[in-house]
């Protein structure tokens, strides 16, 4: 019985992983129609696979606004080029600060927010946060930096029902994500992790300080050369 169940185990163990290699892999590739996040938070499944909603245009990173990424890098996880994933350093200032405020500040690199939108269902337990360590671990591995960046800019949720910069360039400033200014785009990036709180449309003086803000790091860490050099 003892001797079933550990080839079970591993059974499922090893299919698992190759399942989950494979669907990444073809990921490289294949634009997804949605994420694991969008699907979740949806209550009409039908729409969806009708891709009626939520509203979703997909966009070729080269294509979108140097700007934007430029944005999510600055203010989101200036090492993405460096690491593998995790930004461990930032993690350990986190837990620190987590430990004498009551807001819990994150510490997530772009790499764990795909993983995390992109394959895994909400919750905080120990569990989840090792298949969120594998699928990181796992899109580094068979992903580009580029890759990483181009399905986070399109499917993060940046208001209700409202996925990916194309979207939401062509809702709050009625054009293409292609022609986002700096401030647009520091905008855009302004309003994560919390995009049905804060409004693109009627920022709060908070959300304008944060774009300041945003704006500033864009400047210090080198601009739109820095963005080109990096993704050439």
């Known amino acids: 019985m003892a001797y079933k169940l550990i080839?079970?185990?591993?059974?499922?163990?090893?299919?698992?992983?190759?399942?989950?290699?494979?669907?990444?892999?073809?990921?490289?590739?294949?634009?997804?129609a949605g994420s694991a996040f969008i699907l979740l938070k949806s209550a009409d499944l039908p729409q969806i696979l009708d891709n009626q909603i939520p509203k979703?245009?997909?966009?070729?990173?080269?294509?979108?606004?140097?700007?934007?990424p430029l944005a999510v890098i600055a203010s989101e996880d200036q090492l993405f080029f460096d690491h593998f994933g995790f930004d461990f350093e930032q993690i350990e200032k986190a837990m620190k600060e987590n430990q004498r405020r009551k807001r819990i500040r994150g510490a997530s690199t772009i790499s764990q927010?795909?993983?995390?939108?992109?394959?895994?269902?909400p919750g905080k337990s120990l569990f989840r946060k090792g298949i969120e360590a594998y699928f990181t671990l796992l899109i580094e591995l068979i992903w580009?930096?580029?890759?990483?960046?181009?399905?986070?800019?399109?499917?993060?949720?940046?208001?209700?029902?409202?996925y990916?910069?194309?979207?939401?360039?062509?809702?709050?400033?009625?054009?293409?994500?292609?022609?986002?200014?700096?401030?647009?785009?520091?905008?855009?990036?302004?309003?994560?992790?919390?995009?049905?709180?804060?409004?693109?449309?009627?920022?709060?003086?908070?959300?304008?300080?944060?774009?300041?803000?945003?704006?500033?790091?864009?400047e210090l860490i080198g601009?739109?050369?820095?963005?080109?050099?990096?993704?050439?």
Do not use: C
Not at 116 to 121: A, C, G, H, T
């Open 7 to 32: 080839r079970f185990v591993i059974f499922s163990i090893t299919t698992f992983i190759v399942a989950s290699a494979l669907f990444v892999l073809a990921l490289k590739w294949i634009n997804p």
């Open 56 to 68: 979703q245009t997909w966009m070729p990173l080269k294509k979108i606004s140097r700007n934007m």
């Open 113 to 121: 927010q795909v993983a995390k939108n992109m394959f895994l269902f």
């Open 144 to 162: 580009r930096k580029d890759r990483i960046l181009e399905v986070y800019l399109n499917v993060a949720e940046l208001g209700e029902d409202l």
């Open 164 to 218: 990916g910069v194309e979207a939401a360039s062509r809702l709050y400033f009625h054009k293409s994500s292609s022609s986002l200014s700096p401030s647009e785009a520091a905008l855009l990036t302004a309003v994560l992790p919390n995009p049905i709180k804060r409004s693109v449309v009627k920022p709060s003086g908070y959300l304008i300080n944060r774009r300041d803000n945003i704006l500033k790091q864009m």
């Open 223 to 232: 601009g739109v050369s820095y963005i080109n050099e990096m993704l050439k």
